[in-house]
């Protein structure tokens, strides 16, 4: 493999704000790159420097092995294209949306059209055509985005949380794109990310950001699979905990993650780990029910996020924990702020990073 893009001592400097901070990386042709950090890490930032549509204050940026400079950026830039997490469409049709770019290259329409009906089926919006861009729901407005993203086939797609704050259907719909994009036209992708699980299953390579650094950089089996000291730092990430494990004479572990709060896990571990909970594993309800979960944990609501056809909330057991539920339960649950609440789940759905 050899660099599409190289970063040397990379920094972005706004105001006194380090944003990025000496940065050097190596983004290898064909690749599935992740930027896994918690908010203000530096993620978009790094973005926008890859997609040279922010100049780094100091440090060089090699693109297929030639330097960028301020003359050639703006050629240099045609390769690349940026998916902002908040995208905005046009006020028009998908297809509009979608085929956009390539009328601006002034492809002939017959191919523009054949290519906007590939680029749809990728995000499963087959037949969309048609339809005012506007009118969708959310996760169907960023799959058009990344639609309309990925039918310039450019060598480098920078994807800025693309699955954030979306509905599990609609985030599997564009993960399961972004890997046959990946696999079958060899697009090199780089995607930030907060969620350690998509971070886990997705890319080839892992760099894990913190204060605008990069401070480690792995396959996901290295960076997970090791008690690795920033991961833990990573605690501020939704549902990782860092705790200290003992064996039980049911030969499960109990893990103390802090606060009083303490959390069975099926896996066999001793001393410090990290854990993971999904937050789909986690079973939300006004009451102690019986259930066969191990985990039943007594809490209230402080955060509640209207995600359209599911709602995700924090709860505060000692510890924070997110959950996510369909918009029908939260309703019939009549939630609010400070509600007393339980979570469950099993032992055997906690993950030992
Ligand atoms: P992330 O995407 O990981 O959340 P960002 O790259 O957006 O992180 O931001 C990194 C840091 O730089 C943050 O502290 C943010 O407030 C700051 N920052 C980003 N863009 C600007 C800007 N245009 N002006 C001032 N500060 C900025
Ligand atoms: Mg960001």
Redesign the pocket.
């Given at each position: 493999m050899s660099a599409l893009v190289e970063l040397n001592s990379v920094t972005k400097i706004?105001?006194n704000?380090k944003?990025?901070d000496n940065v050097n990386l190596q983004v290898q042709e064909g690749e599935i790159l992740a930027l896994l950090?918690?908010?203000?890490?530096?993620?978009?930032?790094?973005l926008k420097i890859l997609a040279l549509l922010e100049a780094p204050t100091e440090g060089t940026i090699k693109f297929q092995g030639e330097l960028v400079t301020e003359k050639n950026a703006e050629k240099m830039r045609t390769q690349s294209t940026l998916v902002f997490q908040r995208t905005l469409l046009f006020d028009t049709t998908v297809y509009n949306n979608v085929a956009y770019g390539l009328k601006i290259r002034k492809m002939p329409r017959n191919m523009i059209d054949a290519e906007v009906k590939k680029a749809l089926q990728l995000v499963k919006l087959d037949g969309f055509e048609k339809r005012h861009a506007k009118k969708l729901s959310g996760g169907e407005q960023q799959r058009v985005a990344i639609a309309r993203a990925l039918v310039l086939k450019t060598k480098l797609l920078l994807l800025?949380e693309p699955t954030a704050n979306l509905d599990p259907k609609n985030a599997s719909i564009i993960e399961d794109a972004i890997s046959t994009l990946n696999r079958e036209y060899k697009t090199t992708i780089v995607m930030?990310t907060h969620n350690m699980f998509q971070a886990k299953s997705l890319p080839q390579r892992v760099a894990l950001?913190n204060e605008?650094q990069i401070t480690e950089t792995g396959a996901p089996a290295e960076i997970f699979g090791k008690l690795s000291k920033n991961l833990v730092r990573f605690a501020v990430l939704d549902n990782t905990f860092a705790g200290t494990a003992e064996a039980t004479s049911a030969g499960t572990i109990i893990v103390d993650i802090g606060n009083g709060v303490q959390v069975e896990v099926t896996e066999q571990r001793q001393g410090k780990v990290s854990i993971f909970v999904n937050p789909q594993d986690i079973i939300l309800s006004k009451h102690a029910v019986e259930s066969s979960a191990r985990n039943v944990l007594k809490g209230r609501v402080t955060e509640i996020k209207d995600l359209g056809s599911i709602v995700k909330l924090k709860v505060d057991v000692g510890k924070p924990f997110t959950v996510q539920v369909t918009k029908r339960s939260f309703n019939e649950m009549e939630l609010n702020l400070g509600s007393e609440v339980y979570i469950a789940f099993k032992a055997s759905s906690v993950q030992v990073l």
């Open positions: 706004y105001g704000k944003a990025v950090g918690p908010n203000g890490s530096g993620k978009t930032t790094l800025d930030a950001m605008g």
